[in-house]
Nanobody, 119 residues
Framework: QVQLVESGGGLVQAGGSLRLSCAAS????????MNWYRQAPGKRRELVAA???????NYADSVKGRFTISRDNAKSTVYLQMSSLKPEDTAVYYC?????????????WGQGTQVTVSS
């Protein structure tokens, strides 16, 4: 099992930046997709950004041009650089690992990190 630990959340003013990190307890090079989700109070969890094992990326329309996802396989870490933050970005952000070469159904979640953007 791969354990994921998020860090980097906090309180920031609108227009500011934060970088979230997701450290995995084992190598991530074989994991198909590393994802960042978020969940705001009273709302469903939504996919924010995804990065494949070959480096392809995908973003929610609401964060395109403001967020950047990256992965460092050597450090078993995934990052989410968030810029031009808005109050509506306030949520708990979760890291997710989905699929492995020998186990396409594999999935693991971190415990989440709170991001609060003040207006």
């Amino acid at each position: 099992q791969v354990q994921l630990v998020e860090s980097g959340g906090g309180l920031v003013q609108a227009g500011g930046s934060l970088r979230l990190s997701c450290a995995a307890s084992a190598g991530i090079s074989s994991i198909f997709t590393m994802n960042w989700y978020r969940q705001a109070p009273g709302k469903r969890r939504e996919l924010v950004a995804a990065i494949t094992r070959t480096g392809g990326t995908n973003y929610a329309d609401s964060v395109k041009g403001r967020f950047t996802i990256s992965r460092d396989n050597a450090k078993s870490t995934v990052y989410l650089q968030m810029s031009s933050l808005k109050p509506e970005d306030t949520a708990v952000y979760y890291c997710n690992a989905a699929g492995r070469l020998w186990d396409p159904g594999f999935a693991s979640w971190g415990q989440g990190t709170q991001v609060t953007v003040s207006s």
